[in-house]
């Protein structure tokens, strides 16, 4: 099978080669749990027009893996809040989510490379497989609603089980609005984890 050819033009940023040059590239600041404010490089990229930009890019380069990979799916395009959001969704994706979401994280991490590769901004899409991030929130909004009644009531701290950043940034925003308790992160990936603290 003959390597996809690739092209000098933004909107068709090359599939990134697996060098250990590109490992720096692919890891990102975790916890990324603010409201976007800072850095020049967010700063520039934070109007509209550049995040429809950010989905455009990751489209197409998300099309031509798929083709690369031979599998059907459609790709939806959106803007939630301060972020592009992209989606996967069709018929077996499995392989693209992988054991707890692991596929699905290496495969954002690729798209954003892609996006800042031909942006110039580092980019915080969020990528969807499946539907597999709905229902992840989903659960996790009612794990976090028990978790921080079940602390308000005994006083007692708790300590969830090991997250990846997307879903302790889910854990943080139910339980700021509680009354009563709040939440930490604490330890090292890949088992850092949040912890629901009691007020005192």
Do not use: C, W
Request: aromatic share 2%; net charge negative; no cysteine.
């Amino acid at each position: 099978m003959s390597a996809p050819q690739q092209s000098a033009t933004d909107s068709q940023p090359a599939l990134p080669d697996a060098d250990a040059g590109s490992d720096d590239a692919l890891v990102e600041a975790v916890d990324v749990e603010t409201d976007g404010a800072g850095g020049t490089d967010e700063a520039r990229g934070t109007g509209d027009d550049h995040l429809v930009r950010e989905g455009d890019v990751a489209g197409d380069y998300l099309e031509r893996l798929l083709d690369i990979l031979d599998v059907d799916g459609d790709i939806d395009l959106d803007v939630e809040g301060d972020r592009a959001s992209v989606a996967i969704v069709g018929g077996r994706l499995n392989d693209l989510i992988g054991p707890d979401g692991a596929t699905l994280e290496a495969l954002q991490e690729l798209t954003r490379l892609a996006v800042a590769q031909s942006t110039g901004v580092r980019s915080r899409l969020m990528l969807d497989v499946g539907g597999y991030r709905a229902k992840r929130r989903a659960d996790l909004t009612a794990l976090a609603g028990e978790a921080a009644r079940r602390v308000a009531s005994s006083g007692q701290p708790e300590r969830l089980s090991p997250m990846n950043p997307f879903e302790r940034k889910v854990v943080h925003d139910v339980i700021a609005p509680v009354a009563g308790v709040h939440s930490e992160s604490e330890g090292e990936e890949p088992n850092r984890r949040v912890v629901v603290l009691p007020d005192r």
